[in-house]
């Protein structure tokens, strides 16, 4: 086999890649060693900005094959016949630390999906929980900035994490399941994925309906104590990316199984609580789990940074038959996450092959921007409407419309008969056993009980004492026990 010869990166061979060019044998460096300059200079741009959230993070290709029918539901065609396939992209990770973090943390996982299907891409970004800590995205760069490292200490802070959660009850259900024994999973295989929001399904009829979705791991749920979680991030700072990574390259791909809770649009209305409160469930009695489809993963990408790194994922992106819901927090994603990718890859960040469509034709207007690489042919105009044949729209929505009524000006959400922040995460802590909740109690309080203000640990102390008496009192006790060592 004939050697390869190493090139610049404008294809001109290169001589000498041990020695850089000096006046001399001794003599200083020159700046017409156009290789060594080149090399130094993409070396200092090789780094883009990391995510704000979920900036550490293992991905895998796979695909999704439709199992059960759910045409009556939606239009979408990648779900249009059972044992329909469609290669998807999915990426993992944790929400608060940054790229240089551990796996085996306590901390939320995200689980973004990204389907190449024949009608554009659709990405579906959730996360290893139900629910999630807020309702108001007004609130979230607030709750980030809470979550992670104080700009004078240098570290998370306790106070802080604890004094925001103290003026957000709301927060009270999604703490629940942090702290309890799912907060750390063994592994990103290990754990079940929820779409988080509700989103609405429009089927070939025009009827809405209002979905959950729910992942559910077949290689069974497996999660870790405070303890097992510390040493092996002690072992091993990767585990999550050496597990999935090394489970793929052994041909154990790892699967789940896709279930939906399907709401019919006219029942969102009066329903006891609000549907679209993202911290908040709904109850599988009410409406239960149906199949769709099976979701593997099989390939592990080749490059990280290019495929994983520069993955860029937005709820916003929708497919025909999918489309969002009335929820808050939803509504805000649809802008940020998208504007996040912007910034930190470009404009043109949807032709990076990870991103790109697979299945699907892409033609639009846009043309400029940096790294550009879509021109069109000579003819092709960057403007619509014109008399060119360009690309025209279709006047059909993806998602059947929602009436809305009202004066403008900033709400509160609409009262429903069970709207509180605490109910849910009081049926979550009696669904517990006994050394579930001595977990849950322990890791409340060893958090808790580190904050410096008493009025911030009363507050938290009131929202579990609402949430369940039991749950207060134990929390209240082992905060107590722990202050006064």
């Known amino acids: 086999m004939s050697q390869r010869v190493l090139t610049t990166e404008s294809g001109a061979p290169v001589a000498d890649n041990q020695n850089s060019a000096t006046a001399g044998a001794g003599g200083p460096l020159l700046i017409q060693d156009q290789h060594l300059l080149e090399k130094l200079a993409r070396f200092n741009r090789e780094r883009i900005p990391e995510r704000v959230v979920h900036a550490r993070g293992s991905g895998a290709y796979g695909y999704f094959e ?7 539901f939606t239009r979408a065609d990648f779900l249009s016949e059972v044992g329909r396939r469609t290669e998807t992209f999915v990426r993992f990770s944790t ?64 106070d802080n994490v604890w004094d925001f959660w103290a003026h957000s009850p709301e927060s009270t ?71 999935l990574l090394q ?33 908040k469930v709904w109850p599988h009695a009410d409406y239960p789990l149906q199949r769709v489809g099976r979701l593997v993963l099989d390939r592990n990408p080749d490059n990280v940074f290019a495929e994983v790194e520069q993955a860029a994922f937005s709820p916003n992106n929708f497919v025909p038959g ?16 998208a504007d996040a990718q912007r910034y930190r890859l470009g404009v043109n960040h949807t032709q990076l092959p990870v991103n790109a469509p697979r299945a699907a034709t892409v033609d639009h207007y846009g043309r400029d921007g940096l790294h550009a690489t879509r021109y069109g042919s000579r003819q092709d105009k960057n403007y619509e409407p014109n008399s060119y044949a360009g690309p025209a729209q279709t006047g059909q929505a993806l998602a059947a419309p929602l009436a809305v009524d009202g004066w403008t000006g900033t709400h509160e959400a609409p009262a429903h008969t069970k709207d509180d922040d605490f109910f849910q995460a009081g049926e979550l802590y009696r669904l517990m056993s006994a050394d579930e909740k001595d977990r849950l109690v322990a890791n409340i309080a060893g958090g808790l009980s580190q904050v410096t203000r008493d009025d911030v ?18 929390v209240e006790e082992a905060v107590r026990a722990l202050r006064e060592d």
């Open 66 to 72: 439709v199992t059960d029918d759910v045409t009556g």
């Open 95 to 158: 929400v608060a630390d940054s790229l240089g973090g551990a796996d085996a943390v306590r901390d939320p996982r995200g689980f973004a999906l990204k389907f190449y299907t024949n009608e554009g891409n659709y990405d579906l970004v959730g996360n290893n929980t139900p629910v999630f800590f807020i309702k108001e995205p007004l609130k979230f760069p607030d709750f980030i900035h809470s979550q992670k490292r104080d700009p004078f200490t240098g570290r998370q802070e306790p």
């Open 173 to 243: 259900h999604q703490i629940t399941w942090l702290m309890g024994d799912r907060g750390i999973p063994a592994s990103y295989r290990h754990m079940n994925g929820f779409g988080s929001h509700t989103y609405r399904w429009t089927n070939a009829q025009g009827e809405a309906f209002f979905v959950k979705y729910h992942f559910r791991t077949n290689q069974g749920v497996r999660s870790l104590s405070a303890e097992q979680g510390a040493e092996q991030v002690g072992k091993d700072a990767n585990s999550h990316q050496t597990d």
């Open 247 to 279: 489970a793929i390259e052994r041909g154990v791909n790892p699967s789940w199984t896709l279930h939906v809770q399907v709401m019919p649009a006219a029942e969102a209305a009066d329903y006891r609580f609000n549907p679209f409160d993202v911290t």
């Open 322 to 337: 999918i489309g969002p819901s009335p929820d808050k927090m939803l509504q805000g994603r649809l802008f940020a996450y």
């Open 457 to 474: 640990i009363e507050k938290n102390l009131a929202h579990f004492h609402a949430a369940d008496a039991d749950y207060g009192r134990r």
